[in-house]
């Protein structure tokens, strides 16, 4: 994996130094970086996929898809979004109008090639930690 140390250090502080799934506190040195969707069942790189975990949890999860996985990718979505992790592409839509929506995000749409989360009024097209293009649901879209 080849993720930038800004993000890997982000990752480290979200999760207050602790692995994602059994708590241990863990030093810089000791992480690893858990594809919480596996790459393997279309999970991406981005930061909303990467969880930090001990080597022993890591091994053990392999390639196993969590239970509400979904729920878990949204809310670490939200997180990033809000902690100025996410970029944002040519995108028209008002910064108040995004955040509402983005804190609307109520399902993944789908996965490959990229995330696409939807709320009530927006789908959000998301590669490589940037939101590439939303779409307004309804009929009009923004690119």
């Known amino acids: 994996m080849n993720i ?24 810089f040195r000791q992480i690893t970086l858990d594809h919480y969707l596996p790459k393997s069942k279309g999970g991406t790189e981005d930061i909303f996929n990467l969880v ?31 902690d100025k992790m996410i970029k944002i592409g040519n995108i028209i839509v008002s910064k108040e109008d995004l955040k509402e929506e983005i804190l609307n995000i109520d399902r993944i749409e789908e996965i490959r090639p990229n995330f696409v989360f939807q709320s009530k ?18 009929g009009k879209h923004e690119d």
């Open 52 to 82: 930090l975990s001990c080597r022993k949890c890591n091994r053990l999860k392999g390639n196993k898809i969590p239970r509400n996985y979904e729920r878990k990718i949204i809310k670490l979505f939200q997180k990033a979004f809000y």
């Open 4 to 27: 930038p140390n800004s993000e890997k250090i982000y990752i480290y502080e979200r999760e207050k130094k602790k692995c994602f799934y059994c708590g241990k506190n863990l030093k």
């Open 121 to 138: 009024h927006m789908r959000f097209y998301i590669k490589n930690n940037t939101i590439e293009r939303i779409i307004l649901l309804g």
